[in-house]
T-cell receptor
Framework: DAKTTQPNSMESNEEEPVHLPCNHS???????IHWYRQLPSQGPEYVIH???SNVNNRMASLAIAEDRKSSTLILHRATLRDAAVYYC?????????????FGKGTRLHILP | DAMVIQNPRYQVTQFGKPVTLSCSQT?????MYWYQQKSSQAPKLLFH???????NEADTPDNFQSRRPNTSFCFLDIRSPGLGDAAMYLC??????????????FGDGTRLSIL
């Protein structure tokens, strides 16, 4: 399965936008790009996913490069509650293959 | 309201004493997963059920078993816990439709300690 590469940690100031990068140079044409985050002492939480086009939802935006070899999760206005580990994951669309393989993720620190 | 519920949140057992962790869901999802997450590491998939079909990961130790008596419940049994099995155990669910990509919904985990 294709792998993802993320920075180990990032810092951002409260109320500023945050751009979390992810590289996935070996992505296949049918892999979806998913983002999850894990707040302290909680299970992971789905954030957003996309295939080719940029996506927006109430939590974040996902910008996908034209060649799909990288993507960026955008938090438009970070709050202290957004401090978490963010995981970028590739999910294939093979029928009955529902596994999520977590990489190491990016630990996001928010500075007040 | 919690949709994936794991009980208990904290479990303590003795070295070698069997322990069972439970997970229930109100989402009526057909796929259920168990993950192990050790301190400062990413969650690691142990196995999953697609309906009643059990799918074990190749590197999941035989010490770990699972049962899914119905759609709503799934159990993780650790037959003889060792000190290395101390971890957070996460349950997740998803609904699988052909060629779709549905997100997984996670519970808040059970933290298992081994004495």
């Amino acid at each position: 399965d294709a792998k993802t590469t993320q920075p180990n940690s990032m810092e951002s100031n409260e109320e500023e936008p945050v751009h979390l990068p992810c590289n996935h140079s070996t992505i296949s044409g049918t892999d979806y790009i998913h983002w999850y985050r894990q707040l302290p002492s909680q299970g992971p939480e789905y954030v957003i996913h996309g295939l080719t086009s940029n996506v927006n939802n109430r939590m974040a935006s996902l910008a996908i490069a034209e060649d799909r070899k990288s993507s960026t999760l955008i938090l438009h206005r970070a709050t202290l509650r957004d401090a978490a580990v963010y995981y970028c994951i590739l999910r294939p669309t093979r029928f009955r293959d529902d596994k999520i393989i977590f990489g190491k993720g990016t630990r996001l620190h928010i500075l007040p | 309201d919690a949709m994936v519920i794991q009980n208990p949140r904290y479990q303590v057992t003795q070295f070698g004493k069997p322990v069972t962790l439970s997970c229930s869901q109100t989402l009526n999802h057909n796929v259920m997963y168990w993950y192990q997450q050790k301190s400062s590491q990413a969650p690691k998939l142990l196995f999953h059920y697609y309906d009643k079909d059990f799918n074990n990961e190749a590197d999941t130790p035989d010490n770990f078993q699972s049962r899914r008596p119905n759609t709503s419940f799934c159990f993780l049994d650790i037959r003889s816990p060792g000190l290395g099995d101390a971890a957070m155990y996460l349950c997740a669910t998803s609904t699988r439709q052909a060629l779709s990509n549905q997100p997984q919904h996670f519970g808040d985990g059970t933290r298992l300690s081994i004495l």
